[in-house]
């Protein structure tokens, strides 16, 4: 990009990335701390034994106000695929998952 910094005080640059190629997880591991929340996805193989027995695809860190204002986006989603294509099926063992306000 060529820029006439003599017109021009300000200026962007404009920097594009390959688009990331879609991930499948079917696991996240969550941990948070004082600043940030820490969520690893993952992929877990149907013969593994242990909760910690998986392969981690990525890492996403965000704040927590930014991963509070994911809850209501995320619940929405699932309601709308529900009333389209009938229940979520739950993994095993969150059948009766805790609330946010726990």
């Given at each position: ?85 009938g229940g ?6 969150f059948e009766n998952p ?5």
């Open positions: 990009m060529v820029v006439d910094r003599a017109r021009s005080a300000t200026y962007t640059e404009v920097v594009t990335q390959p688009e990331p190629a879609p991930i499948y997880a079917n696991t996240v591991r969550i941990a948070t701390g004082a600043y940030d929340v820490l969520m690893e996805f993952g992929y877990r193989a149907p013969d593994t034994t242990g909760p910690e027995d998986f392969t981690v695809l990525t890492r996403v860190v965000m704040s927590p106000a930014h991963a509070k204002s994911m809850i209501p986006l995320l619940a929405r989603m699932i309601a709308d695929y529900e009333t389209k294509l979520a099926i739950p993994a095993p063992g805790p609330s946010a306000q726990e």
